[in-house]
């Protein structure tokens, strides 16, 4: 049965008014319109399956979403709770026989409540000093890398662990202390803007650095510039790039979030290709077109923008890359990333470039495009749903892998965690980290040591 | 997931919330509540008065107890897939929601028997023991989300229950909540013919007004050792329903057997999964054989001999599994695929006997002429079930009210020929007058009777299944125009 | 209660209908003071319409091969034989569907069937006999079940005539439907308690192009080889169509060899049963002797087997008696075992077969009418330790109410008295026949 609802009440439809929808760029009718309330995505939902609770899945929050329109509820913090309980993992989208965009109606609907229902407090500050202050400015971010790189070096760590007063801080984020990467200088300052490619260049792309990329991992940005530059490809860096701007969109700030769009499309405009090795950043940055729906000219601007935008393994793949010759004995394990699985449907290129790697012995996760809760910083708004989510996730981790394989550094974050939680031992690797590693063991010569350590 | 405060001065639901253990254990806020005013079938809704998460049988039947002492209307749902209103909470009634009991009780290969929770997911059943060469039969195609309570209360079907059956055929010992809070046991450790009234046979299929259904045996089965699937197009319908007859009674029991008419191709080509069918055919045949691998090649050369015989235009088995699979995702995505061509669609589920196929199909023709609303039929041509699905655009005035006089006009025509209104979708609220179509009111009492005795206060589930006295002569005036 | 005056009253009603008075008195019980055979279905419900009003207990007859299963009333005021009411009421073959009046005897209709290649995928005891009516309320199924389920698997509708003369259809003509309750299951197996079957509407079953029995006999083996080799043929990819084992005593009367014996049967095309054939001789271990048995062999096997239980008074010398006991499938190997030991311990032959797929049992016990009755009290026993029961199909009235044929009451005993009250108010079909006294 598909009727569809809105039809069928008796009130007149609320299109001019778009019902308690107060504010510019509501949810879109469009969307939610061909939600035919079959069911098909609540096992696809991770808050679903923790909480059984209806309107903590695709269809609820689809149908509560509608229902604002509707008139029959209001934007008020009943309605937030689910709306912000999502995770944004797009599991839901590809359950879906008719491919409802369940992520933008989420992050629309988040536009509106931010807006009726400004942040206040603890949260605002906290919000705005991650999400204006820091993730935005390069400078800012290295800053707080080169503190935590102190942080990390000088014994301070060992100080804080070992004098329990880490014991201050709330216990989700202390876990999040204890697996924070190593931090090392970031490829933005290491390298010029054009790194040439290794022989003859075959083509010129550009590389999204990304901004907590760069500074908490910037090994894995390292790693893609070799590959790339090893492939034929120079790879530029645009100076005036700056934060993708999906962490913004997920909290509901889509101003700030047209804001840092506005300059990537500017910074990558002569960019024939845009390399991005951060799953969620890719996702978004494809997804630009959504944020400037009543904005004619930068929707073009967008829309030519998002063609050139591609995962690296995806370009690796279709673009060809040489077969590493070194053998990299290992047995790992791949977890699809939601924003790459879901949002760019990227699910074999990474896991055929894994294979391709000799002596790399793959072992199948059940349910590996399930989302390990990282979701951006929803383990830091949600840490109890986020560390249920984790544990699923965990427990379908193969016992008997040493590695798992992934391509975004959120997940990567999140993982470690669960590693470290759940008294795993796997480490936690990039697929383009050992794409890259064979590359090295090749030129090293077979006769050294894994480069895993 | 934090501890739920509960603010509100209504003593049920306080009481409710403290039957059950643990943390939030209820709703009972709008903006909750609203994701449970309907199910799969979206035309009635209403609001319950609230959601309860019990983990344990004795939870439900606690709170069952406490709703029958209090008056107050309850009904159980599973994941809300249902497609006839079964879980819709039409008189305002407690939800209690299975959900939380989905525990995979225990696995028993060499007798074939599983037991689960309720809130258990039909596929998970099936993954859980594909390893070691087993399955769980009734596949519905909500199977990836769909509970196996759920399942229970509606007698799922699905593709598959050409050869192997429906639920009922598959359950072996029900552990069920009466309404009065009293728990029972039937078909202990799933032994066969318990003496006494079938009770299994009764309570599967009552859509939930007969009990609540805590914990199930089921029967798992051995994967056949071999499989083909074989595709057939057709230039007239007339053609590929006599095929279909034709290949039952060639003495070959297909696992399944499906058909899709013109408009369902035109649909399913232009949606996710097309293949490729020819878009000028009528029909196409898509018939799968399973079994022991030395026989299944004899019975693919009959059907692709029969479909011969039958002036196909072209016939032909699936190269390998990947091709397979295409054709079936191509099937089985059908109704979604509805959305490429129509903004609104309506499902029907009548059956017929098979040999009745092309006469109720041009019926439907002709109700689609009547009616100026385009009609695609996707059906499991194997058992004679039909899905006509009314395409209709609901924007337009009356169009709504179009479709749905339609959708009864096939059941109609279904019944007229012997058949009857519903397959496997069950009757809820949405078919519930057109059950005056296949039985008589003393069939309809002898059955209400028996509901009596399990659920003599109607508190559970109330209003469901059964035609509402006197809406008799309504249905027939609305009939009458369209014929 | 019918007195001698009433009779009279009676003709007068039934001009038409066939009445026979004569010495009701019959060791297996389920007598009637006078028998009516009405031939339409009109004539069941005025017959049923009467006795209701009159509070007239009926007792319902078919082929009297069930005379010894359940009842502890001697003499109803009416027997209500259906032998006459019989025939083919619809039969489909492109739907492949049957409707058929209920006192039709199981052989009738599938030597009407057989020339379109077509079956009942029943296969019951006494086909000659038996009516598909009696069949179906007495839920009757032989070892074909493992391969095509039993009644309520393939009953599809039912035309019932209830105790006030009421006409209520369950199901329908097709193979899947879901409308209302599945009132279908509540009549089969009932034991004709609830109402009489006027009409069966049937599934067919294409007949297989082939079919074979191996019949593998384990000397001298203990049970857990034979348990062992079931097991191996559960878990491989072949597709019995029954797995029986059968007890030394049976197997002797069977096939002339006293050893537990694995009864498989396939039902397939030729080269799929060759095969599965194959699959199953590399199983068995050594020492097994298998005897494979084909087309008209295996007719007459089968033949043979339907027909070794006992279901008529014949012998006045010992008392015989049928049990079906149901456990969790591979306990019929268990139960088996223990009722051998039963049998010397009460010195009672026992001739049992049970299905390894199914977990139904059957058990002909033969001795003393006391032995008979030790035996049967500790077979059931072992049933219900084993997380089963045991019912009887046969015994002679005067033991019947000792034996207590239904075994315990369960904790749904009151549904099935709420489910009868409400059908037969008056409690006069087919009184104290079935489970807690219904």
Known sequence: MSVKETVLKQDPPCTSTLGNYLWRDPPQESKWADCVHCGMCLESCPTYEQTGEEQQSPRGRVYLIKAVAEGKLFVDEHFADPVFSCLDCRACTTACPVDVDVGGLIEEARGQIRQSMPLKGWKKTVNRFFLHGVFPHHNRLNSIGTLLRFYQKSGLQKVVRKTKLINIMPKHLREMESIMPEVKSCVHKKYDSVIKANGETKHEVSLLTGCVMDVFFSDINESTITVLTRNGNDVCIPRNQTCCGALHVHAGDREMGRKLAKQNIEAFENAETVIVNAAGCGCMMKEYTELFRDDPEWKKRAESFEEKVVDISKYLHDTGYEKPKAMLKTRITYHDACHLAHGQGVRQEPRDILLDIPGVEMVHMPKADSCCGSAGI??????????????????????????????????????ALGVQKYGRNQKIVHTVQLLDWAYQKEERGSSHGSPKD | MAVLKINTTDKHIINLANIVDGPRTILYKKADLLAYD??????????????VFPKSTEEVSKLVKYCSDNGLPFLARGAGTGLSG?????????????????????????????????????????????????????????????????????????????????????????????????????????????????????????????????????????????????????????????????????????????????????????????????????????????????????????????????????VRAAKDEAERERWWANRKTGFGAMGAISPDYLVQDGVIPRSKLPEVLSKISQISKVSGL??????????????????????????IDKALEAGSACLKACADVGGTITGEHGVGIEKREEMRFVFKDEEIRAQTNIREVFNPNNLLNAGKLFPTPGRCVEIKKELKSLS | MIIDGSLSDLKAVFKGIKLIEEDPHHPLGNSGRVTILPKTEQEISSILEYANTHKHTVIIAGGGTKRGFGGLLEIADIQLSLAQYTGIVEHDPGDMTLTIKSGTPFQVIQNHLAPYNQKIPLDPFFPEAATIGGIISANDSGPKRLGYGAARDNVIGLRMVYPDGSLIRSGGKVVKNVAGYDMNKLFIGAMGTLGVISEVTLKLRPIAKYESILLISFPNSSLEVISASAVKVLDSLVEPISLEIITPALAGKLTNTNQYTLLISFEDVKSSVHYQEDVIRHMMPEKTTIKSLSEHEANSFWNTFYHHQPHVYTNVSATEAVLKIGVINLDVIKLLQEAELIGDSCHVSIEAHGGLGTGICQMAIKGASADVLSAIRLVRETAVQLGGYAIIKHLPFSLRKEANVWGNKTASQFLFEGIKQKIDQNGILNPNRFVGGI
């Open chain 1, 378 to 415: 929803y383990n830091l708004t949600h840490p109890e749903m986020a560390d249920a989510v984790l544990k699923s996730k965990m427990e379908n981790v193969p016992d008997d892998v040493e590695m798992i394989s992934m391509g975004n550094p959120g997940c990567m974050m999140q993982m």
């Open chain 2, 38 to 51: 309907c199910d799969g079938f979206t035309i009635h809704k209403h609001l319950p008065k609230a959601v």
């Open chain 2, 86 to 314: 079964g879980a819709i909470p039409i008189n305002g009634e407690v939800i209690i929601s299975m959900v939380r009991m989905k525990k995979l009780i225990s696995i028993d290969l060499a007798n074939r028997r599983a037991v689960v929770e309720p809130g258990f997911v039909n596929l998970k059943l099936t993954n859980s023991i594909s390893d070691k060469g087993y399955y769980y039969a009734p596949d519905p195609s909500s199977q990836y989300c769909c509970t196996i309570g759920g399942n229970v209360a509606e007698n799922a079907g699905g593709a598959h229950c050409l050869k192997y059956g429906v639920t009922t055929n598959h359950i072996l010992g029900l552990e069920v909540v009466l309404p009065n809070g009293e728990i029972v046991e039937i078909g202990r450790n799933g032994v066969l013919d318990e003496p006494g009234y079938d009770l299994l046979g009764l309570i599967t299929g009552s859509e939930g007004t007969l009990g609540i259904v805590t914990k199930i045996t089921v029967r798992i089965l051995k994967n056949p050792e071999g499989k083909q699937t074989v595709l057939a197009y057709f230039d007239k319908v007339e053609d590929g329903s006599q095929a279909v007859s034709d290949i039952i009674s060639a003495g070959i029991v297909p696992a399944a057997l499906e058909m899709m008419d013109k408009i369902a191709i035109e649909a399913v080509e232009a949606a996710a999964f097309p293949v490729g069918h020819p878009k000028d055919i009528e029909a196409v045949l898509l018939i799968e054989v399973d079994g022991i691998a030395a026989g299944i090649e004899e019975q693919v050369n009959q059907i692709l001999e029969v479909c011969r015989k039958r002036n196909v235009r072209e």
């Open chain 2, 374 to 399: 385009r009609i695609a039929n996707i059906f499991h041509a194997g058992d004679g079930n039909l899905h006509p699905l009314v395409l209709f655009d609901a924007r337009k005035p009356g169009e």
